[in-house]
Structures are given as C-alpha cells and as structure tokens.
T-cell receptor, first 114, second 114 residues
Framework: QQQVKQSPQSLIVQKGGIPIINCAYE??????FPWYQQFPGKGPALLIA?????SEKKEGRFTISFNKSAKQFSLHIMDSQPGDSATYFC?????????????FGQGTTLQVKP | EAGVAQSPRYKIIEKRQSVAFWCNPI?????LYWYQQILGQGPKLLIQ????????DSQLPKDRFSAERLKGVDSTLKIQPAKLEDSAVYLC????????????FGPGTRLTVT
C-alpha cells in the first residue's frame, strides 16, 4: 500500500513529441505528488508537484494530470527537447505521518532524439 | 546558494569492510535525509533527521547501518560491515521545513561492494 507504481520503464520520443509517464498509488493518505528529474551523475531535482484536490497543473512545458478516483497521475512534457533526456521519478508524500516521507516510483528513462 | 555537498563521490570496498559517507546540507535547512538508490530503482529513504534528532529510521538496516547528525548540520552515514547488496548510490537531501516534498538532493556517493 506504500508503493507508487510507475510506467513505462523507458521511453524514446522524437524532438517535439509529447512523452507521457504514468504513476499509480493505493494509499489515500498521500497528500502531495511531486515529480523529480535526474540527470546522470546528479541527484534528483524537483520539477513540479500537485495536490490530490487539483486535476491539472502546468509549469512551463511540464503538466501533471491527476485522477483522484482512479488513483493515477501522469507527467506530460510538451514540445520535448533533447535536453529533457533524463530519468523521471514520480513520488508521493505520506500525509499520515508527521515526516512527509516520500515514496518514489521506479523511474522512467526518457530519451528525446534530435 | 551552495547546494548539498557529499563526499566521497565514488567508493569501492570489499565485502565486510566498513565505509562512511559525509553530507553537508544547504545552509539553514533543518531537515536532512539519507536515501539509498539501487541501480534502476527510485530512491528509498533510510533515515530522516530534524535538526539533530531522528524522526524516521524505519527502513535503516540498523544491524549494519548507522547515521548521526552532530550539531544539527553535517551528517555521516556509516555501513559496517558492508554486503554486496549495499552497492548503490547514497543520496543526501535537505529541506527547509520538516514534512515537505520539496527536497534538495546532493550528487550522491556511488558505492561498489566487491
């Protein structure tokens, strides 16, 4: 119940395409759903986050869509660029604890071809 | 603003040896996290400090792993004795607040146990 399941494991798109990464969860106590971006040799960096009472959030070319009833959320990258090639992790913050513990998905490696 | 600093960046040891990792969080960040990231997986929280107190160490293998955060700033994570399955990247992160998804990660230490 503490898991966040992420798919696909890897994704290849052409420049300008719209890659979509999906995540699913079970624990209704999760209260924030952030996405992190990780480049090789670097630590993850926060990209965008959403609360479960919001259905969509956009920041630049990155959009999170959230379906509370289905317990699913996804990341869309508009007009993808080769510089977006990285590993993307969805996560969930455990609101039932006073620590805000983050549970990460398994990650999706995205390659954007020029 | 300086980011989260970690050292060493790489470490190779033999099984049953001991190893220590060091982390210096962003100045002013009260909360410090240690994560383990096994190749192909998302980060898994090992321990979370609030100032110099432990708030979550539920996933820390306490028979071999230990961590401390003296004076509420720097932190050290130790493994003794190491096992093959400890091969991973050890990430340190910090945040200004306690229960927050907005965490700032260091570059990590890649540990290889042979």
């Amino acid at each position: 119940q503490q898991q966040v399941k992420q798919s696909p494991q890897s994704l290849i798109v052409q420049k300008g395409g719209i890659p979509i990464i999906n995540c699913a969860y079970e624990n209704t106590a999760f209260d924030y759903f952030p996405w992190y971006q990780q480049f090789p040799g670097k630590g993850p960096a926060l990209l965008i986050a959403i609360r479960p009472d919001v259905s969509e959030k956009k920041e630049g070319r990155f959009t999170i869509s959230f379906n509370k009833s289905a317990k699913q959320f996804s990341l869309h990258i508009m007009d993808s660029q080769p510089g977006d090639s990285a590993t993307y992790f969805c996560a969930a913050s455990d609101g039932s604890s006073n620590t805000g513990k983050l549970i990460f998905g398994q990650g999706t490696t995205l390659q954007v071809k020029p | 603003e300086a980011g989260v600093a970690q050292s060493p960046r790489y470490k190779i040891i033999e099984k049953r040896q001991s190893v220590a990792f060091w982390c210096n969080p962003i100045s002013g960040h009260a909360t410090l996290y240690w994560y383990q990231q096994i190749l192909g997986q998302g980060p898994k929280l090992l321990i979370q400090f609030q100032n110099n107190g432990v708030v979550d160490d539920s996933q820390l293998p306490k028979d071999r792993f230990s961590a401390e955060r003296l004076k509420g700033v720097d932190s050290t994570l130790k493994i003794q004795p190491a096992k093959l399955e400890d091969s991973a990247v050890y990430l340190c992160a910090s945040s200004f607040g306690s229960a927050t998804y907005e965490q700032y990660f260091g570059p990590g230490t890649r540990l290889t146990v042979t």
